[in-house]
């Protein structure tokens, strides 16, 4: 027989005490092997029942010794509800097994543990297989470490990602909301733009009608002038009959005047027109005044009913101020028939030298209080164009505001983008650390590094020497 370099027996001795020694030294060595060794192991017979369970067996599942042995190993260390041990596979396959994940399983106190397991047949000395050693490496520190850094990158990246994925949706909300306000102060400033070209054109209009207003009002002081010329020439009519044909003669020269004048407001007329929009209040009350004037005072009339009316609708009114125009030289003219039926009689050209008289004092102080009043709009005329023109600066301030703010928005739009831009890279910068964090918590158990041969593990011819060791269908020391 093969005598084991671990132990040797007298020499030529073949008694069975020799052999008994020989047994007892190589079970005591295999169970000392089993019941030191560090990590889980646990022995089972071809049946798989447990014949040998260590302490760290014991530690890492909070069952005895006492317990686990003759039970089936897989109903014992049962690991994510699979019943088959890799021992158990070990001798079903009679080959080394190693477990290809960590196996995962809850102790009797409820603490979860994780190994990775090998297992080696043991084979009798007929070489049949008639048990299996299994060793099962704690690595539940090491799996509940990767766990917990899985789950906390996996929360993190999520966090993360959420993140930036609302930075990125409200980046993208300012660049909108930068984008259109930079449309609305464009489109403000082009609108700011042509409300200054109108602030202007009104400017130059509101200058335009202080400067009528004004001619109007010299025209209003002639026309006063000749009035007292004309209740002049009157009162010296009526002091004199005798020389009353010079004087009649004189009042036909003042009447042709008057025509001329009546000419000259009827081409003032249209530069009368803006003032007219402005000085309603006091057109009317000329025009109330020269009412009052009776007959005699219709050329001023017209002048206030021209304005009024150049104020209320300037077309229509234009019309009628040039038919009441015509209506004035009809009367003059009629007044020149009158003036020559007077030298026929000395009373009827009395009486009539003597109405004619009181209409243009009534005609004077008419044309002295529109003069008046001609002068209050001519000044509000120029301060309005005062005040337009300080409008007209402000709006063109406005404008030029407008288009600073518009530039402005535009450089907000561009930097959106570009944080639009940043946020894009931080997302993928974000997703490239999540999956290098996730390669770099990708721990795996280290293979086992099993080189187990028939020399070392399988014969165990020498165990089974006449009975010192027997396969009594299962793997059990027995004692002759």
Known sequence: MTTSRLYSGPEGDES???????????????????????EPALVVDDAGDITHWNDACEDITDVSRADAVGERAGAVADADGEFDTVAERAIAEESVIESDDVRTGVSASGRRWHTHDVAVPLRGQDGEVIGAFEVASEVTELVETRNRIEELGTRVSGEIEASVEELGRATERITESATEISAQADDQATRMTDVADEVSTLSASTEQVAASAAQVDATAAEAEELAVEAADGAETVVGGMDIIDEEVAQVAENAEDLRESIEEIDEVVAVIDEVAKRTNLLALNAAIEAARAGEAGDGFAVVADEVRDLAEETDDRTSEIEAIVADIRENSAETMDSIEEARSGIDRTAQIIDVASENVKEIAETIREASQGISEVAGAADQQATSTERVATMVEEAADLADEVSAEVETIAAASEEQTAMVAEVGRAVEDLSQVADAEIDVSVPDAD????DDAVGNTDELFEDGALRNDGGFHWVDE
Do not use: Y
């Not at 069975?16 to 560090?38: G, I, Q």
């Open 16 to 38: 069975l005490a020799a052999v008994r020694a020989e047994r007892d030294f190589w079970r005591t060595l295999f169970e000392t092997v089993v019941s030191e060794l560090p």
């Open 450 to 453: 099993v080189a187990v041969s």
